[in-house]
C-alpha cells in the first residue's frame, strides 16, 4: 500500500461493535474527517462500527476511503458505505499485512481485534522489521491498556516510547504532524 510518489495512508483499527451515537463512535467520525482534512488517505478494516465511524468521517469531507476487507467474511459481511476502494484479502493475516502497510496507524476504541492489530504494529516499530512510522492510541482506554502492558509486561522503555498516546483526535492529528 504504501506508495511514497502518493497522498500518506492512515490506517485506523477500531471496533466492529460501536454504533451510532456511542461518543467514540462520535470520536471515530471526528477522526476521519480530521485525517482527510491532513491531506490522509485513510484506511480501515471496511466494516461497521469504528471502522465506518472513520471511513464516513473521511468520505463526508470529501476523502478518499480504502476498506481492507476478508474473502472469507464476504457470504456475511459487507464493507461498509464510505468505503471508496475495497481490496479483499484471502485471509486474516493478509488482511493485518495490508492494514500495517500504512505510512501511520492509529487505534479508537477495540476490542480483541483492534489490540491484535495494535499489539502487531507496535511489534513491528519494536523489532525494526519495519521503517519507524507513527503508532498512535487514541482515548482514554489505550491510556489505561498503556498503563498495564507497562505494569505488567517485560518490556523497556524504548518500547513505550514507540507508541504516542492522545487523548482525543486533535490530539492525535497533532501527534502525527
Known amino acids: 500500500m504504501l506508495d511514497h510518489g502518493s497522498p500518506r495512508v492512515a490506517s485506523v483499527f477500531g471496533s466492529a461493535r460501536l454504533l451510532p451515537g456511542d461518543h467514540e463512535y462520535a470520536e471515530a467520525e ?5 485525517l482527510h482534512e491532513a491531506g490522509w488517505v485513510v484506511c480501515t478494516g471496511g466494516y461497521d ?8 468521517g473521511a468520505r463526508e469531507a470529501g476523502g ?3 476498506g481492507i476487507t476478508m474473502d472469507a467474511w464476504a457470504p456475511r459481511l459487507r464493507p461498509n458505505s ?14 493485518v499485512r495490508l492494514l500495517t502497510a500504512s505510512d501511520a496507524w492509529l487505534a479508537v476504541a477495540g476490542g480483541i481485534g483492534t489490540l491484535a492489530e495494535v499489539a502487531l504494529a507496535w511489534n513491528l516499530l519494536q523489532s525494526r522489521e519495519i521503517e519507524p512510522r ?6 482514554r482506554r ?3 491498556v498503556a498503563g498495564a502492558i507497562r505494569r505488567e509486561l517485560v518490556v523497556g522503555e524504548h518500547d ?8 482525543d483526535p486533535e490530539h492525535a492529528l497533532a501527534l502525527l504532524s
Request: net charge positive; proline share 4%; glycine share 6%.
Open 134 to 139: 507513527p503508532l498512535v492510541l487514541v482515548g
Open 64 to 66: 478518499h476511503v480504502v
Open 160 to 167: 513505550l516510547d514507540l507508541v504516542l498516546l492522545a487523548r
Open 142 to 144: 489505550w491510556r489505561a
Open 82 to 95: 464510505w468505503v471508496l476502494e475495497e481490496r479483499p484479502a484471502a485471509d486474516l493475516f493478509e488482511r
Open 30 to 34: 471526528q477522526l476521519g474527517r480530521l
Open 49 to 56: 462500527g469504528a471502522m465506518a465511524a472513520v471511513s464516513r
